[in-house]
C-alpha cells in the first residue's frame, strides 16, 4: 500500500521560513509527479508546487521566487522550501502523488494527511 508521510509546517513570523518534507512509501509504484497543494479556510484547494517524473517544476505564480520544490529520487520524497513567508500563505499544505502501480496497472493519486502552516506575528 502506498502512503504519503509529510513533515515540517509550524508557527513561522511573516518573513520567515519553514522546511516540508514528504516520502513516499510502499511498493509496485512509479512516480508520474510529486507535489504540493495547500488550502486555506473557505478556499478552494490550489496547486503549490509539482515536480514531474523529466524534472520540470511548476510553481503558483504567489510563490515564485520565494518557494522553492525539489526532490530527492532515491527516497521518493519532495521537499518544499519556503522562505519570505506571508501571512496569506496560511494554510493546510498537502503532499500530493501521482503514480502508476502496478497489479493491476493504473495511474492513481494519493493525498498525504496535511499539515498546517501558520504565518502570524
Known amino acids: 500500500q502506498v502512503q504519503l508521510v509529510e513533515s515540517g509546517g509550524g508557527l513561522v513570523q511573516p518573513g520567515g521560513s519553514l522546511r516540508l518534507s514528504c516520502a513516499a512509501s510502499g511498493s509496485n509504484f512509479r512516480i508520474l509527479a510529486m507535489g504540493w497543494y495547500r488550502q486555506a479556510p473557505g478556499n478552494e484547494r490550489e496547486l503549490v508546487a509539482t515536480i514531474a517524473r523529466d524534472g520540470s517544476i511548476i510553481y503558483l505564480d504567489a510563490v515564485k521566487g520565494r518557494f522553492t520544490a525539489s526532490r530527492d529520487n532515491a527516497k521518493n520524497t519532495v521537499y518544499l522550501q519556503m522562505n519570505s513567508l506571508r501571512p496569506e500563505d496560511t494554510a493546510v499544505y498537502y503532499c500530493?502523488?501521482?503514480?502508476?502501480?502496478?497489479?493491476?496497472?493504473?495511474?492513481?493519486?494519493?493525498w498525504g494527511q496535511g499539515t498546517q502552516v501558520t504565518v502570524s506575528s
Open positions: 500530493n502523488m501521482a503514480a502508476t502501480t502496478y497489479g493491476p496497472i493504473q495511474v492513481r493519486d494519493y
